[in-house]
């Protein structure tokens, strides 16, 4: 080598330094976009499932199809109403369960906010009907189709994951209902799934999500360890309000990715939280 001359050396000196400054330049790239990806596909950085111990669900969104079972549930109750009716009768009912979202209720009106909306307006929907006089409130008809909201059929794939997920978490109900209904509700599942804990919004919380005392006592159940929690929400709405609160959230629907801030995951089938527990 001894034969070269000193500009060559400079020469591969110079070479090197580059190499080194561009692959330095591409490097400083790649993880720019490795972050961005990062956050692109995790939209709750701070979110370890290995510490997650209590997974909440929502009821009627995310875990049963609410509207089909409470049709088929009125229409054995009611046979006269035709299907049309039967339909207009549910969707009726559902609006106006819907329109109390977010809402709280004074504890002299109601301790049990959940029966008492879906009984005042079950009243006006029979009025409307002009069934008022065949259903009273007091027979057993009106009591039959008050309980219609705790006898729904899951949405497929609910009790594989359910089942799944029960052997390595600890699973509660986060919704709306009463504490009652909820429980009834889950008799629909074989013991497979254990649903150990319940929050509903009866008294004290007395209000319908996304009301923060909603959120609050499922963070509470964990003595407050955010890193602990994760709701299932089965609308934007109940995902938003969960992330609002500040716990982790995700849900069954896909359409609920465009909210901010973000859901932790916004899945258009349940079964996919199977590779996202890693179950
Ligand atoms: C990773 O991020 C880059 C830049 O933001 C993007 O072009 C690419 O499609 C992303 N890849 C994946 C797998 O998301
Ligand atoms: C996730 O939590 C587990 C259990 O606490 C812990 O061992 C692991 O290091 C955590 N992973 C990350 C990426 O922080
Ligand atoms: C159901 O889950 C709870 C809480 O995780 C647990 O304490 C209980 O032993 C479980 N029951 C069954 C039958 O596995």
Redesign the pocket.
């Known amino acids: 080598m001894s034969h070269m001359s000193p500009c060559f050396y400079i020469f591969i000196l110079i070479f090197i330094f580059c190499a080194q400054c561009s692959s330095l330049y591409i490097d400083s790239q790649i993880s720019k976009i490795n972050r961005n990806n990062l956050s692109d596909s995790s939209p709750c950085p701070s979110l370890n499932v290995s510490t997650i111990r209590l997974i909440t669900f929502d009821l009627f969104g995310a875990l049963m199809l609410t509207k089909s079972s409470l049709q088929s549930n009125i229409a054995e109750l009611l046979p006269s109403l035709s299907s049309s009716d039967v339909e207009r009768f549910t969707n009726i009912w559902v609006e106006a369960y819907v329109s109390y979202f977010g809402k709280s209720f004074p504890r002299s009106q109601t301790h049990q906010p959940f029966l008492w909306v879906i009984h005042s307006s079950l009243l006006q929907i029979l009025e409307s009907l002009k069934l008022s006089t065949i259903v009273p409130e007091d027979s057993f008809t009106f009591k039959s189709l008050m309980k219609t909201w705790s006898n729904l059929q899951p949405r497929p794939g609910v009790v594989k994951v359910l089942s799944k997920l029960?052997k390595k978490?600890?699973?509660g109900l986060l919704s709306n209902g009463d504490k009652d209904t909820l429980q009834t509700a889950l008799r629909i599942f074989p013991?497979s799934v254990?649903i150990?804990?319940i929050f509903s919004s009866d008294y004290p919380i007395n209000c319908f999500k996304t009301c923060s005392a909603m959120y609050a006592q499922v963070l509470e159940a964990v003595h407050g360890d955010k890193t602990q929690v994760l709701h299932v929400a089965g609308s934007t709405y109940d995902t938003h309000g969960a992330r609002t609160f500040g716990i982790f959230s995700g849900a069954i629907d896909s359409s609920a990715k465009n909210t901010n801030p973000s859901p932790c995951f916004a899945f258009d089938d349940i079964q996919q939280l199977i590779s996202f527990f890693n179950v």
Do not use: M, R
Request: overall charge neutral; proline content about 0%.
């Open positions: 029960s978490y600890q699973l013991s254990n150990s804990s």
